[in-house]
């Protein structure tokens, strides 16, 4: 196992917060069904089980759900290409990069996960996730969590 300081922490934390442009939570509020109202857009939720620990997104699971949401806030949260999708709840945490197939199925993140945008001229999304996806990220994250049942960073 890898022994991680305080300090390498706070080091890769901070490079981490400097190739971002931004790190958004997902969302936490959706309706079931359309009810008739136009302002409400179709997406596609992802779960926990969609994000596979190769960094991948899973949709053959089938374990993404139907949702709508408010169009506002789909414009807002809807995944774009290079986005990484970090499941930073539960007993697993684990980063998967967005596709340009899967930027075109209207996804978006629920809150159990943050989507980091990188700025691609620091870091690349795909290198980023191998990391975080590998034994020394995923020790790295063990230090970082909080919660002895779910993990929470």
């Not at 996804?107 to 996806?133: G, H, M, Q, R, Y």
């Amino acid at each position: 196992m890898w022994e991680i300081s305080y300090k390498t922490i706070l080091e890769v934390l901070m490079k981490l917060i400097d190739c971002c442009k931004s790190i958004n939570v997902g969302i936490a509020k959706s309706e079931s069904e359309n009810n008739s109202n136009s302002e409400l857009v179709e997406a596609l939720m992802l779960t926990g089980a969609n994000i596979t620990e190769n960094g991948f997104i899973d949709l053959a699971k089938e374990n993404a759900k139907q949702i709508f949401i408010e169009k506002n806030i789909f414009n807002k949260q809807k995944l774009k290409l290079g986005q990484i999708v970090f499941l930073s709840k539960g007993t697993n945490l684990r980063a998967a990069v967005i596709t340009e197939e899967q930027e075109k199925l209207s996804l978006v993140a629920p809150a159990s996960c943050l989507v980091l945008d990188l700025d691609t001229n620091k870091i690349l999304p795909e290198f980023l996730t191998l990391f975080l996806n590998s034994e020394y990220g995923q020790s790295l994250l063990d230090s970082l969590s909080k919660g002895s049942m779910i993990q929470n960073i």
